[in-house]
């Protein structure tokens, strides 16, 4: 870097520049990295099941706990193992909210449809008739455990799991809410 005359030359200040930034940001950076470093509190998983329901739910992972529990046993296409899922079966829950099963799926209930959506924004749809049993063997489940331990925080607390469809696309990771929707209204 040159100096003339008490003026530094083009190519010294485009050299300064990054260093000027940084010193003037410095006070918001390191606030930015204290308010990183300390933890959020941990709010406790919810799983909603909303919209077209008799009775709107919010589900903690302990009341999951005390629904009726399932184990499906699946192949997971990219780890390349079999894994065990346990959870709630997805046709308890909406049974718990109201909304029509069996006999009483028919007329307007056909054109039902549920949205499951993850924390992560990721959403899939299924036909409310495809999830029962009297119309298809889905065996959907709300999964809380693979392979006996807690589902870790890339894949729950919760996971729908669809162990019948060919491909896991509709698999929800971080799911924490079920929406029924119908069309007929």
Do not use: C
Request: glycine share 6%; aromatic share 4%; hydrophobic share 45%.
């Amino acid at each position: 870097m040159r100096i003339h005359r008490n003026r530094l030359t083009l190519a010294a200040t485009a050299a300064l520049a990054p260093a000027i930034v940084l010193s003037i940001a410095w006070p918001a950076l390191r606030a930015q990295t204290a308010a990183a470093a300390r933890p959020e509190p941990a709010t406790p998983a919810q799983l909603t099941v909303s919209g077209d329901v008799e009775k709107p739910l919010s589900l903690s992972l302990d009341a999951l706990k005390h629904l009726p529990r399932v184990t499906v046993n699946v192949k997971n296409e990219h780890a390349a193992k079999d894994e065990a899922y346990e959870g709630t079966p997805f046709s308890e829950l909406i049974k718990q909210a109201g909304v029509a099963q069996g006999a009483r799926l028919r007329g307007k209930a056909m054109a039902t449809y549920v949205i499951a959506e993850g924390s992560d924004g990721y959403k899939v749809i299924f036909s409310l008739a495809e999830l029962d049993a009297a119309f298809a063997d889905a065996g959907v489940i709300v999964a809380d455990t693979v392979d006996g331990k807690p589902l870790d925080e890339e894949l729950g607390p919760l996971r729908l799991v669809a162990p019948h469809d060919k491909r896991p696309a509709r698999w929800v990771r971080m799911l924490r809410s079920i929406q029924v929707v119908n069309v007929a209204k």
